[in-house]
């Protein structure tokens, strides 16, 4: 029965699909649209789902402004002499 492990690998190896078909992920809201490189930041976390799933991967019920500035912008502000992300509000919030 090896076969059976075969997809939980390949999720691993490829990321997660999206219904969407894409690796991206897009947040529309009031301050401008937030496009979040999903797939990319599954390698950049080392594939740890739980650095933004806390509890279980898929929707993240408490997602929103607090949320997101907490988990994303703490990530990308970290010590010195690790990668870092955009921090300004232009960085993330796209005006359309
Ligand atoms: C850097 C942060 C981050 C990491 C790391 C991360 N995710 Fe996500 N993921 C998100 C966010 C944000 C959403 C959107 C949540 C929402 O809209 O409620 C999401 C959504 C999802 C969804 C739902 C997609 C959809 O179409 O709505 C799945 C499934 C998922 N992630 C799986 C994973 C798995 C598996 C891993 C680990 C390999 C992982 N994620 C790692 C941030 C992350
Ligand atoms: C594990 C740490 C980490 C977390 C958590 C994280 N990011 Fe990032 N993010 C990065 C790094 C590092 C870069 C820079 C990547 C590069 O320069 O190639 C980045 C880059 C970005 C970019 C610039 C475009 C791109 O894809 O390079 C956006 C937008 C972004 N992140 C949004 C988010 C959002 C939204 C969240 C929360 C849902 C988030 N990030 C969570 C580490 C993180
Ligand atoms: C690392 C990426 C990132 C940065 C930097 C960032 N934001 Fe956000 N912001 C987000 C995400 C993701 C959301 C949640 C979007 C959602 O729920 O659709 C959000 C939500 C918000 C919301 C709520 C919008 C709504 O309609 O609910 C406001 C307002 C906001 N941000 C303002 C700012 C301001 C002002 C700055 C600069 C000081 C900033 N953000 C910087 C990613 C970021």
Redesign the pocket.
């Known amino acids: 029965m090896k076969w059976i492990f075969v997809p939980v690998v390949f999720a691993g190896l490829a990321g997660v699909a999206f219904a969407n078909g894409k690796d991206f992920l897009e947040?529309?809201?009031?301050?401008g649209t937030?496009i979040?490189a999903h797939a990319k930041h599954e390698k950049l976390a080392d594939n740890d789902c739980k650095v933004c799933h806390e509890n279980q991967v898929g929707a993240i019920r408490s997602?929103?402004?607090a949320y997101?500035?907490r988990v994303?912008?703490g990530c990308?502000e970290p010590e010195a002499g690790k990668m870092e992300?955009?921090?300004?509000?232009e960085?993330?919030?796209q005006s359309s």
């Open positions: 947040f529309r809201n009031s301050k937030v979040f997602f929103g402004k997101a500035h994303c912008i990308h992300g955009p921090i300004t509000c960085g993330c919030h």
